[in-house]
């Protein structure tokens, strides 16, 4: 493997918004979830600027 090889995910919908649901009901942090489900940060921040969301 290359130094700049990078995998792709792709998540469906359904995950996207259980993961907005965490974080808008307090159950945990950005942070936590990124942690949690092993997703970048600025994939959640993506995330909610798709849906509109005001976390």
Do not use: Q
Request: proline content about 4%; hydrophobic content about 30%; charged content about 35%.
């Amino acid at each position: 493997m290359y130094k700049n090889d990078k995998v792709i995910r792709r998540y469906s919908d359904p995950f996207k918004l259980k993961i907005l649901a965490e974080l808008s009901t307090g159950k945990h942090t950005k942070s936590e979830l990124c942690k949690l489900y092993s997703i970048a940060p600025t994939t959640v921040n993506e995330w909610i600027k798709k849906y509109n969301r005001k976390d």
